[in-house]
Structures are given as C-alpha cells and as structure tokens.
C-alpha cells in the first residue's frame, strides 16, 4: 500500500487485511491489527468490511467463534470515534 500525507483511507487497507485474513488456512486462526493516525471519510465501509469478513470468517476457520480484531489510534490526528 502506498503511504501519503493526509487524505486518510481505511478501506484499501481493510480489504486487503479481509483478503488475507481469508487466505489463512482453517487450522489457523488470523488476527488483524488495525492502526492509522488519521481520520477517514470512508470508516463505515471499513467497518462493514471487517463485519462482513466476521459473518465469513464464523464458518471458514475451526473452532473460532469471530474475527480477532484490534483497533489501534495514535497521534493528534487520530478519531477515536471511528
């Protein structure tokens, strides 16, 4: 993914963590590790992304109950409300 100052987005970042997450073989369980500094106009598709991927995830990987998750804002910049 490329890196540029400001005009934060969620959602190329999202959909690639969703198409990995669902790569990972059935005897292993991914995690996601979602971090930004900024605030994005395209959060609630992210979000729907992760819940989709949730919704999927319940039957794809043995044993796991939902998706693991973890969100992480940093800096001046960052919503904690996203």
């Not at 969620?10 to 292993?28: E, G």
């Amino acid at each position: 993914l490329g890196f540029g100052g400001g005009n934060t987005s969620f959602l190329p970042a999202a959909a690639r963590a969703c198409a990995l997450a669902m790569s990972t073989p059935s005897t292993h369980t991914p995690s996601i590790v979602f971090m930004s500094d900024g605030e994005a106009g395209d959060a609630n598709e992210a979000a729907t992304r992760f819940s989709q991927l949730n919704n999927s995830f319940q039957g794809h990987i043995a044993n796991a109950n939902e998706l693991d998750l973890n969100v992480i804002a940093f800096g001046s910049g960052a919503s904690h409300e996203q």
